[in-house]
């Protein structure tokens, strides 16, 4: 960890990697992992429940009696601004109308012509082309 001054007064924002019933770790920004409890946490107010992997929380570091880092005096953030953090990198979807294509094939079948009782005729297959008329032939 860089020199940072006063070590009580030093906040950081690290992500949760996994979380578990009472604790998570943390992957801070320099890609080390920091240990949390839950009685660390100074403002819970029910927020634990909306931690998953991903979810940012500011907090401290401190070293414990064994000489390992842990995260202290942590603060989460409220539904509303995990629910920001997870929707800002998310572009606005333009939806385009779906048209009509400009040109279609449209089969016709005509009904066999002549008297019904054995007529021999073929039902005859006919195939036309719709389409808009050239902007450049309209004068």
Same mark, same amino acid.
């Given at each position: ?6 070590l ?5 924002v ?6 578990h019933?009472?604790h998570v ?5 320099c890609?080390? +992992?920091?240990?949390? !409890?839950?009685n660390?946490?100074?403002?819970? +107010?029910n927020? @634990?429940?909306f931690?998953?992997?991903g979810?940012?929380? @500011?907090h401290?570091v401190?070293?414990?009696d064994?000489?390992? @880092?842990?995260a ?6 409220s539904y509303? %601004?995990?629910y920001?953090?997870q !929707?800002?990198?998310e572009?606005?979807v333009?939806?385009?109308?779906v048209?009509?294509?400009?040109r279609?094939?449209?089969k016709v079948i %005509?009904?066999?012509s002549?008297? !019904?009782?054995g007529s021999?005729?073929l ?10 008329v ?6």
């Amino acid at each position: 960890m860089s020199d940072v001054g006063n070590l009580q007064d030093y906040r950081e924002v690290s992500e949760v990697r996994s979380k578990h019933f009472n604790h998570v770790f943390l992957t801070r920004s320099c890609g080390d +992992q920091i240990f949390l !409890h839950r009685n660390d946490v100074v403002n819970d +107010q029910n927020r @634990w429940d909306f931690l998953i992997v991903g979810s940012p929380v @500011w907090h401290g570091v401190v070293c414990d009696d064994n000489g390992k @880092w842990r995260a202290c005096n942590a603060e989460l953030y409220s539904y509303e %601004e995990l629910y920001e953090f997870q !929707h800002e990198s998310e572009p606005e979807v333009a939806v385009e109308p779906v048209s009509e294509p400009e040109r279609s094939l449209v089969k016709v079948i %005509e009904l066999p012509s002549g008297d !019904h009782a054995g007529s021999m005729s073929l039902v005859g297959s006919v195939v036309r082309r719709v389409s808009p008329v050239p902007l450049a032939l309209i004068t």
